[in-house]
């Protein structure tokens, strides 16, 4: 049997507008900073500021005070809906 186990990120980064994820597996997820309230609000450049933490567990922008969870990303989980 196989062992699920949470999606954990290698490294991230934004381009654009868009947060890019690299996972432990070898999948590169994306996803538009626009989902998110907080993001939607934020510049590239604050953006681009994106560190792992938790483990890889999860995203943190420490200038925006904002946290999101790598399992969540990847289960689509977002605050707005798509422009």
């Known amino acids: 049997p196989r062992l699920a186990v949470d999606p954990a990120a290698l490294r991230a980064w934004a381009d654009r507008r868009t947060i890019y994820v690299e996972l432990h597996?070898?999948?590169?997820?994306?996803?538009?900073a626009d989902r998110f309230r907080i993001l939607?609000?934020?510049?590239?450049?604050?953006?681009?500021?994106?560190?792992?933490?938790?483990?890889?567990?999860?995203l943190r922008w420490e200038e925006l005070d904002e946290d999101i969870t790598v399992p969540g990303i990847v289960a689509g989980l977002f605050q707005l809906p798509p422009k």
């Open 25 to 32: 597996d070898g999948r590169t997820i994306g996803f538009p």
């Open 40 to 58: 939607a609000a934020a510049t590239e450049e604050q953006l681009a500021r994106v560190q792992l933490e938790v483990n890889g567990y999860a």
